[in-house]
């Protein structure tokens, strides 16, 4: 295409969308509700109330005067139905005179029924005034999809005789841009000719891009490989990533809103997320930690050998970066606030026998989150307290206890795949994916990440006394802990099968992990699988009304696609971009059963939870920190087959640092 066409197309989009700006921002006629030229009595108003009250317009129709005689109070009001569209947004006020303020029981009301062609009503809403003396009262409401007209009312109601003048309640109708695009005739060819002109600049952008494939498709490959940076590339990326979460949010926010109504957190993907401005003390501790990733980028050739010392800095970083949220909301809150937490439980154990004992019985009455785990959850932070006395030192010690046995269990996992120096950079970027950053400390599912790395690296070793009883040990720990534990049990079993064609080390795993809980429950007469059982009650009947896809499928759909892109987003956009490109280039299950496949088989059991109503919805990146680690398999398989340049490594671990230390300063993560 010549460049004069080019010009034309960019010149008729400028244009189209100035006419489409124009005709969505024109102003929309405010009615008078008390002026309605169709309708018969008091302009056509249903007059409603109680006996001994009156309603009357003013001549000019520009007031409503309510009265209720009757000493003892009383209700009077009128209303009246309007023919609306759907999916349009109405927003109205309404002034009266104000009260006396010893006439507080007072209150002006307006109800509002939303009802369909057929007449059946299909939503209600009231609005009122608090305290009457006020003088105003506003408010808005959208429409449904469905919606044929409204039947709106406006009165007072009283405990006591009153008189009341409502002057001039307005009416605003502001439609959603996709109705008036649909009513407005000029609009909606406008649209239809944008979407059309859109196409094209698309395919030209594509028969461009096409044309210069041999230089684009170094892609992120020639991010890693070549120097300088490549800033078209990061802009790329970075820009789909972030910009497909804005888009997906405002799209599920309208769904939500306008259409039908189900679980929707207005930061979705985040549920449990509330925006934040930093102060200077978060500025600062933002600055010393950023001057101490300079250091370690500068230095990182001599880091990368030794593990210990990225088991260091991986310690630095986590509790760092949460010390951006200030000592309280980074290490003390997120212990002891807001109820619910294990801690509540915990400072109330007397007995570890009496609480094991009694934990059955107890379990619906405990905090919400111990009452869905098994007993390990609350004794961890039991005896972490006796131990350390104040809350923050236990969240100190959970993080850096995480980061410990995570990073040296998953640096030995990967080296029995990949060569050493891959081994550790994958360690390093393990440690600063955002999702660990921001929730392995003080959290308990930090410890349950540990757990289940240990499990799986014991488990995949070759020799089998040593293999067995560690993989016993670390299994308990996790199962001890969580019942979420079972999710590893499928993908390590078929793991075990493709690789050694037997699951014989995976029986035998499971049979001594009955017989210690037969031996607990003799013991202590705690019984695991009726813990269990218990727990799953409270899961999936108090919290949903039972399987969330038939008692709430809209809310069934909406938090399985904001479970994932939270995951999503808590990775990072450069990682995912790898992942994707690395499972799908060099990842093979006949040719190679390695690691990369035990990530195909843990993501498919994690697909199967969502799909059962697991992770109702909120703070999916915390509970599912286990699935992390097994993410940079795949990667690495990419990295092996794509030579990394010193560039390269600097430039990933940045990447996530930067992305860390952004959301640390802007967001608040509480759970």
């Known amino acids: 295409m010549s460049q004069k066409n080019v010009i034309i197309i960019l010149l008729l989009s400028i244009g189209f969308t100035g006419v489409l700006y124009w005709r969505l921002n024109l102003p929309v006629d405010t009615p008078n509700l008390l002026d309605n030229t169709n309708l018969i009595e008091l302009n056509g108003w249903d007059i409603k109330g109680t006996e001994n009250t009156t309603a009357t317009a003013s001549p000019d129709k520009s007031a409503l005067s309510l009265s209720i005689l009757s000493s ?21 006020t309404i002034h009266y005179d104000p009260l006396p303020t010893n006439e507080t029981n007072a209150l002006v009301v307006l109800q509002v029924v939303q009802v369909n062609k057929a007449g059946a009503p299909t939503k209600s809403e009231e609005f009122s005034s608090s305290p009457i003396d006020q003088g105003t009262l506003s408010g808005n409401f959208t429409t449904g999809l469905t919606t044929a007209a409204i039947e709106i009312g406006i009165g007072v109601k009283s405990l006591q005789a009153l008189s009341i003048n409502i002057h001039q309640p307005d009416l605003q109708v502001t439609p959603q841009w996709y109705t008036r695009i649909i009513h407005d005739p000029i609009a909606l060819p406008t649209f239809i000719l944008l979407v059309i002109n859109i196409g094209i600049t698309i395919s030209v952008i594509i028969t461009f891009l096409w044309s210069k494939k041999h230089i684009l498709s170094g892609g992120m490959d020639g991010l890693l490989t070549t120097t300088p940076l490549r800033i078209s590339y990061i802009v790329w990326v970075s820009g789909v990533f972030f910009g497909l979460i804005v888009v997906m949010n405002r799209i599920i926010r309208a769904i939500c809103t306008n259409i039908i109504s189900f679980s929707c957190p207005v930061n979705w993907p985040m549920s449990v997320f509330s925006w934040r401005l930093p102060d200077m003390q978060n500025l600062l501790i933002a600055g010393l930690l950023t001057l101490i990733f300079l250091t370690v980028l500068k230095y990182l050739d001599h880091i990368l050998p030794n593990i210990w010392l990225i088991i260091v800095i991986g310690i630095i970083f986590v509790l760092g970066s949460n010390l951006i949220q200030g000592w309280t909301l980074g290490f003390r809150e997120p212990m002891t606030g807001g109820g619910g937490q294990y801690y509540y439980d915990a400072i109330k154990i007397n007995s570890v026998l009496d609480f094991l004992q009694n934990y059955e019985i107890n379990q619906p009455m405990l905090e919400n989150h111990t009452r869905t785990h098994p007993p390990g959850a609350p004794l961890t932070i039991y005896a972490l307290l006796n131990l350390l006395k104040r809350p923050e030192f236990v969240s ?60 799986v690296y014991f488990f995949v070793q070759p020799k089998i006394k040593y293999s067995i009883v560690g993989a016993i040990i670390f299994l308990f720990l996790a199962s001890f802990t969580t019942f979420g534990f079972v999710f590893i049990l499928p993908p390590i079993i078929i793991y075990e099968l493709l690789k050694r064609r037997t699951i014989i080390k995976s029986i035998i795993i499971l049979f001594s992990l009955i017989i210690i809980y037969i031996i607990i429950y003799q013991a202590t007469s705690f019984n695991y699988l009726n813990s269990f059982f218990v727990a799953a009650h409270i899961e999936g009947i108090e919290h949903t009304g039972g ?41 093979s299950i006949k040719a190679d059963p390695g690691l990369p496949t035990l990530t195909l088989l843990i993501l498919i059991t994690v697909a199967g939870l969502f799909l059962a109503g697991l992770y109702r919805t909120g703070e999916t990146a915390r509970i599912s920190l286990y699935i992390y680690p097994y993410l940079l398999f795949p990667i690495a398989k990419y990295l092996m087959n794509v030579p990394l340049s010193k560039h390269g490594e600097k430039f990933l671990v940045s990447a996530l640092f930067s992305q860390t230390i952004l959301m640390q300063l802007f967001g608040h993560y509480f759970w």
Do not use: C
Request: glycine share 8%.
């Open 72 to 92: 003892s109070g009383g209700w009077v009001g009128v209303g009246q139905k309007l023919d609306v569209d759907p999916l349009q947004q109405h927003t109205f």
């Open 396 to 455: 100190l010690i959970i993080g850096g206890l995480s980061v410990t046995v995570s990073i040296y269990f998953f640096q030995k996992l990967a080296a029995t795949q990949f060569e050493w120096h891959m081994s550790n950079y994958l360690s390093l970027l393990f440690i600063l994916i955002p999702a660990v950053q921001i929730y392995f400390a003080a959290s308990i599912d930090a410890l349950i990440s540990s757990y289940l790395l240990g499990f």
């Open 547 to 587: 399987f969330m896809l038939i008692s709430e499928p809209a809310s069934y759909i909406a938090t399985r696609l904001e479970g994932v892109f939270e995951l999503i987003l808590f990775f990072g956009p450069f990682l995912m971009v790898m992942l994707l490109i690395g499972w799908y280039r060099y990842s």
